[in-house]
């Protein structure tokens, strides 16, 4: 493929990025914390990324965009890590001090690009880790995971493949839901959504949840930009919402006109979501939306948790509730869902290859500082609810928590074998392409028809 070395090209596509990019601009990750202060830069150049050895120990770096209490928990880690270690010395360097995402891939993708030494990366999306998997930029794991007894298809809830091969852990997962407003299902007099609801269902819910005009109104449901929420079916139900295995544009699977069709149905004739055109214009953002009390419920990832925790930054006092992600149909196998998170992987250009994949590990299977919902299986659950609630059961649910989260039926079916190294680039073809429906007025049939056109541009010129 022509991109297989042009790791400079992988900063433009990241930049499109603008679904899975960054915690503090409305543009976040769904599988990134937020933080509140800044961490040092690091400058990219040979200086700033080389691993170096300091006599009998080996220093490795770990680069993230990792930044206030994310960045202090990861020292933590860090700490505990070289204690049990101590021939492995490691750096916590993130590449951005603003926590975005986006500008960290650009950073990553400069050191790649001149070279130097990538010990341990960070990525905020499986596509993300595949992407420069194919471009050579990382190191398969197979034979570590193999000689540890690691099998991270039984143990992760996702796990970052390429060409057959596994090339990192998930330390971190997102699974996708909806939160909604306890105050509000109560006042419309409807239960907590449970496995097996429909988005015919979630229609019917936020139509019955909008109320009030003028300042006082609620709607009942918002859908934000990012790709995600342009066909959440597509995520949660085909295994790659872009591709097909054989690398054709998915976009004209049934499910992408069923979900275009809906989003305009409810903007239009229910008016019970945002439209479209009121969130880019007014650049709204979800969180902000739904803690203000103007949404009653968004379909999101559990990183709301740790931003409904935030009163100072979310001033709010109804408890939030959480129900599984909508299914196409009720004939969708109960559980099946969308999982993202955040990954790790080892730089082909490591010179201690060996100790960065213990610390990857590492980071993966430790419970002892918990940021989020672990990617492993066999993490103690009571462990992660009690560590990221605590006793903030008024502003959190944890019954539907967990019971949305770690239903043992859950799971994804979503592939990341069938990425590719232009993946983002096809994530920006979805979102232009829902944009166009909603805002020129197109059909779902002629929308689709544009995304295959120009989804076909990328693949040829990618052959």
Known sequence: MKVAKALLVSGVAAAMLAGCGNN?????????????STAPAASGTASASASASTGSKVTI????????????????????FEKEHPEIDVVNE???????????????????????????AAFSHVDFLSERAARGVLIPIDEYLSADGINADEDYYMTPKYDGKVYGLQDLSSPWLVALNKDALDAANLPVPTWGW??????????????????????????????????????????HPYLTQDHKPVFDDKSFTYFFNLRRTMEKDDKSAKTYSDVIGGKLRYDSEFFGGKAAMIPTATFIVNLALDTEKFPHDFKTVFAPLPAASKDTEIGTSYIGGHYLAV?????????SYEFLKYMAQQTDVIRDFPGSK???????????????????DTDSLAATVFDKRIKTIYDPSYSTAYSSQLKTVLENGLATFLLDNLSAEDAEKQMIDEANKIIGQNK
Request: cysteine-free; glycine content about 10%; aromatic content about 10%.
């Open 198 to 239: 429909t988005w015919d269902d979630f229609r019917d819910y936020a139509k019955k949840l909008t109320k009030g005009s003028g300042d006082d109104e609620q709607y009942g449901a918002f859908f934000h930009t990012w790709g995600e929420y342009a066909n959440p079916i597509a995520y949660s139900e085909l295994p």
């Open 378 to 396: 066999k993490a103690d659950q009571s462990k992660v609810l009690s560590a990221l609630v605590g006793d903030k059961t008024n502003l959190i």
């Open 61 to 80: 770096k770990y680069y993230s965009w990792d930044n206030g209490k994310t960045k202090d928990q990861v020292d933590q880690i860090i700490a505990n």
């Open 24 to 36: 503090n601009n409305g543009k976040a990750s769904p599988s990134a914390s937020a933080g509140g």
């Open 347 to 355: 730089g082909q250009t490591s010179q201690h290859k060996k100790e």
């Open 94 to 120: 993130p590449l951005v001090t603003n926590g975005n995402s986006t500008d960290y891939y650009k950073k990553l993708d400069l050191i790649a690009a001149s070279g130097d030494p990538i010990d341990v």
